[in-house]
């Protein structure tokens, strides 16, 4: 499995360090093997191409989309107070059961467009973002995504 994802990785063009194999602490069960990717333009190349097949995970990916594509555009790119408080907020989300709570939710739909407006029909929400309500229950991993609202 980490061959393959080396493969894919290769094939998109992203730059990474070899494998590593690597065991964890004295607590450890099995080896981790590492795939290291460190170029901010290669996680965001990743980033964009896995958004479209996550469920459990969106927010938080989602989340690194938006800040990865500000810092992407400069060669230095300085954290603003902004960035740091809705970085922060992917804590928030984990420590939530990957939920992200009312009042994080309400920063993100100011900040990202794709977290604009959960819910409200087409056209009711910011221009060119569909939207359609999904609850963690009632989005089963195995559903494709869809570009149309339902």
Not at 77 to 86: C, F
Not at 90 to 100: D, H, L, Q
Not at 129 to 135: F, S
């Amino acid at each position: 499995m980490v061959r393959r994802a080396e493969s894919i990785l290769k094939d998109m063009g992203v730059e990474h360090q070899p494998i590593r194999k690597v065991w964890k602490g004295q607590r450890a069960t099995r080896w981790q093997f590492w795939l290291h990717v460190a170029k901010k333009h290669d996680v965001l190349r990743m980033t964009e191409m896995l958004l479209p097949y996550l469920t459990a995970k969106k927010t938080e990916a989602e989340i690194v989309k938006w800040y990865l594509s500000k810092s992407c555009r400069v060669a230095q790119y300085r954290t603003t107070e902004l960035d740091a408080l809705v970085l922060d907020s992917m804590s928030v989300i984990k420590r939530n059961g990957g939920e992200a709570p009312a009042e994080v939710l309400s920063v993100l739909r100011e900040v990202i467009p794709s977290q604009a407006s959960p819910g409200l029909p087409k056209g009711e929400g910011l221009e060119g973002v569909e939207t359609r309500p999904v609850r963690l229950n009632d989005n089963p991993v195995q559903e494709c995504p869809t570009s149309s609202v339902h």
